[in-house]
């Protein structure tokens, strides 16, 4: 009969942390994305903290050094987007390098307070030809 | 260059081990069986010989280093000829085949002396040939799946030097040894483990002979999980100490099972219960180790495609299934005699809060475990890439976290099988007070948020268990003796080892809880821009950049900002913190200055490279209160543990007896 209360209360125990884990857990990914997939579907990425990967454009890049505020575009040559960074860009921060950059859209501009140089392979073609989606994204993660 | 080919040597070295290591498992294994004792000395021997040959691997691997022998596969791609000595010597597990040699010589440390001090018995045959299998892999996998010693040509003059995340601070040479020490040393409990299935003995026999030894282990991991929060608070330039990261959490959840470990033995040990529990804890600890090693070490986290990076995942891997399999499918075929014939007296009971914070701890351990893997799930069952962020960690164990520390204070004070209920209710009583005070207090004071509240009652709630606990053991003795308090307390922690130990542990993480508070709750994390020569007041202090900074050496070039901290006037500090670059390496790496006070951390990190055309600084500027507090408490853990493990008088005399005894008879 004890024996039953207490595994009982161990399921009860078990079913508590279960909710607690699923409720963090749906609450706490971080989708990682190119610009082109936030395209497809901007609705599923609303108010959600997200990874964006790209490209730094071409003459994209202005940094405001008095208010410590950096913008450029990302790309994935399919889409492009406008990032704000509050924040030095990061050494090894170029043009036309593969970044990741963390944060959420507000009104059409990615506001992003984590920005990684990803050292991508992929670099978009000079002439504006399309680059391969799936390479790029492997090379960013 | 050198005249002794260092690389063949440390090959045979390693190859001997193995051999050896080889012998203790088959000639362990069939001496056991047979009880041949000529055979199962012969084994026990092989753990020293094992010892020795991994001894000369290191050693040979030393050498390579400090004499620059770049004909050696290891130093070549690790080491550098102007690197400082103290960065040559731990270069040795500065990459991957070096620390897994590290992680072997380590094992057959533990094992040579084990096989030199265990007490003879029915277990220990069994327990040694165990440890030999283990050390097979762990001399196999070093000897043949990452050789460091093969040979390079043509011999090139110098080499990158070890990545610069790891020469650039001193406890790199510290942190790693003491992780492996922790790992290592939770290999002996579940040998005996094992042997106690393997024998059909599995009472509290195998847990009283590792007791120690768990303890070992449990403090070196203890200990390493706080260093390398010290480590990566002093290094990686963001202000803080735990980042949920994986390779973190590969080495917490061991710890996690472990402490689970550690408190369920004493249910066994007074109760006979929980055997079949505790079998599966010691080897879900080890097993832990090594799953982790294959998760972190095998690119498996970061992306699934990278599986199979290397021969040492899917290595790990197997041995991971192969421990899984043998240890579950042996506590299945014991089953008839681990399975617990006791019941629980009653819930509120010494063994029933130990209970209940054991499955607390499973649940934190299943809890980074989900956090950890899930990326990996979501992308095999849809195919996005997710990352799981601190978030979901800190909101899935703060609310297990704070039933950990309110069960820390309740569980010392309840007697074992049943607690009388008016005691009880008034222990409980002044702790729910104090607890109490403390949250109105720091509510008085400011302090806003359930957590933070919730934690300094929890604090308050276990200092008043303290402090009853250590009242409650020396009142009684004041009362009927002649001794003053001081003196009745020091004998009582004196001739109490354990439990004093125990207690000052406890502290220790009450310690930890107001660093971690103070610092996550009110952290302020800015980044600045200064003029050079100008000032910047900030959170109360002003910070004046004096100029720009910069060293040189032949191995490494600083460049950085000489930052003055003042507050109301008073100069506190001058700092710099700086980037640094290693000879050989293209990265470089951000060095933080921190200005340490008990209250309040200052924290400086150049934020963008600092270069003669610009008249500013960026600097990152952390303000952590209390989180000094944390590696404090890390420090009186390691020492509670180490009291609880030194030995008592009893037995300090009896060894000391014996040792007369031996003069005598000479």
Do not use: C
Request: charged share 15%; no cysteine; aromatic share 10%.
């Amino acid at each position: 009969m004890r024996r039953w209360i207490y595994a009982l209360l161990g399921i009860g125990v078990l079913a508590l942390a279960g909710v607690l884990i699923q409720r963090a857990l749906t609450d706490s990914l971080v989708y990682f994305i190119l610009p082109s997939e936030y395209a497809a579907d901007p609705g599923a990425y609303a108010e959600r903290r997200i990874r964006l990967g790209g490209i730094v454009l071409n003459d994209s890049v202005a940094f405001d050094d008095e208010r410590l505020e950096l913008a450029f575009f990302v790309t994935d040559s399919l889409q492009t987007y406008p990032v704000r960074h509050t924040g030095t860009p990061p050494e090894l921060f170029r043009e036309n390098t593969g970044v990741v950059v963390e944060g959420r859209f507000e009104e059409g501009v990615f506001v992003s307070d984590n920005l990684l140089v990803k050292h991508s392979e992929v670099y978009q073609a000079e002439d504006g030809h399309p680059i391969d989606i799936e390479e790029l994204k492997d090379s960013l993660q | 260059m050198s005249s002794v080919a260092l690389g063949p040597l440390g090959s045979a070295a390693l190859l001997l081990a193995v051999a050896f290591a080889l012998w203790g498992l088959i000639g362990g294994a069939i001496g056991a069986v047979r009880r041949d004792a000529r055979l199962t000395t012969s084994a026990r021997l092989a753990g020293v010989a094992t010892f020795l040959a991994m001894t000369a691997a290191v050693a040979v691997m030393e050498i390579a280093l400090l004499t620059n022998d770049f004909s050696v596969s290891y130093v070549a791609e690790t080491s550098r000829v102007s690197s400082p000595v103290w960065v040559k010597v731990v270069t040795l597990w500065a990459a991957l085949e070096g620390s897994l040699l590290l992680w072997g010589w380590l094992l057959s440390g533990y094992w040579a002396l084990l096989s030199l001090v265990a007490p003879n018995g029915p277990l220990r045959p069994w327990a040694l040939t165990v440890m030999a299998g283990v050390q097979v892999f762990f001399s196999g996998v070093p000897a043949l799946l990452t050789p460091p010693f093969s040979a390079v040509s043509p011999v090139p003059l110098d080499g990158p030097g070890p990545n610069p995340l790891l020469q650039n601070h001193w406890m790199m040479a510290v942190h790693p040894a003491l992780m492996y020490l922790g790992f290592v040393g939770l290999t002996v409990p579940f040998a005996y483990a094992m042997a106690a299935l393997i024998t059909r003995r599995p009472g509290s026999e195998w847990m009283m002979q590792t007791r120690r030894w768990t303890l070992i282990g449990w403090g070196f991991l203890t200990a390493a999980i706080v260093a390398g929060g010290w480590w990566s608070y002093e290094v990686l330039g963001w202000g803080g100490y735990w980042a949920w990261d994986p390779v973190e959490n590969v080495s917490f959840m061991p710890w996690l099972t472990a402490t689970a470990f550690i408190h369920s033995v004493q249910v066994q040990e007074r109760r006979r219960m929980l055997k079949a529990w505790n079998l599966l804890l010691i080897t879900t600890t080890f097993s832990l180790t090594l799953l982790g090693t294959f998760l972190t070490r095998s690119g498996v986290i970061s992306s699934v495609h990278a599986f199979g990076d290397g021969p040492v995942g899917p290595a790990f891997l197997t041995f991971f299934l192969i421990v899984m399999a043998l240890s579950l499918g042996l506590v299945a075929r014991r089953w008839d005699q681990v399975r617990d014939r006791a019941d629980l007296d009653h819930p509120v009971s010494r063994e029933g809060s130990i209970l209940a914070g054991n499955v607390l701890f499973l649940a934190l351990t299943f809890t980074v475990l989900l956090g950890t893997l899930f990326p990996l799930i979501v992308e095999a069952v849809s195919g996005q890439k997710v990352t799981v962020g601190a978030p979901f960690f800190d909101a899935a164990s703060l609310p297990l976290w704070m039933a950990v520390l309110a069960l820390m204070g309740v569980g010392p004070l309840l007697p074992w099988r049943r607690a009388p209920q008016q005691s009880l209710l008034r222990n409980l009583a002044w702790m729910g007070a104090v607890g109490l005070i403390a949250a109105g207090g720091a509510f008085a004071l400011g302090m806003r948020g359930s957590y933070p509240l919730l934690t300094t009652g929890l604090i308050g709630w276990n200092l008043a268990s303290l402090t009853l606990l250590i009242l409650g053991a020396v009142v009684p003795r004041v009362r009927v003796g002649t001794r003053s308090v001081a003196q009745v307390l020091r004998s009582y922690a004196f001739e109490n080892r354990r439990r004093f130990g125990s207690m000052i542990t406890h502290f220790g993480i009450l310690v930890i809880a107001v660093g971690i508070l103070g610092s996550s709750a009110y952290r302020v994390d800015e980044q600045l821009r200064i003029d050079i020569g100008g000032t910047a007041a900030w959170q109360g202090f002003d910070l004046t950049v004096v100029d720009r900074y910069m060293e040189r050496s032949d191995q490494r070039v600083s460049v950085g900002a000489e930052v003055q901290v003042a507050r109301e006037g008073r100069i506190l500090a001058t700092l710099y913190p700086r980037i640094n670059s290693f000879a050989g390496q293209s990265m470089t790496v951000p060095t933080p200055a921190v200005l340490y006070t008990p209250l309040y951390d200052v924290y400086l990190n150049i934020a963008a490279g600092v270069t003669p055309e610009q008249e500013f600084v960026v600097l990152r500027v952390v303000r952590s209160p209390l989180i000094t507090w944390i590696w404090l408490g890390g420090v009186i853990m390691a020492l509670g543990t180490g009291y609880a493990l030194s030995p008592t008088r009893r037995a300090v005399s009896a060894t000391q007896r014996s040792r007369e005894e031996g003069t005598a008879a000479t």
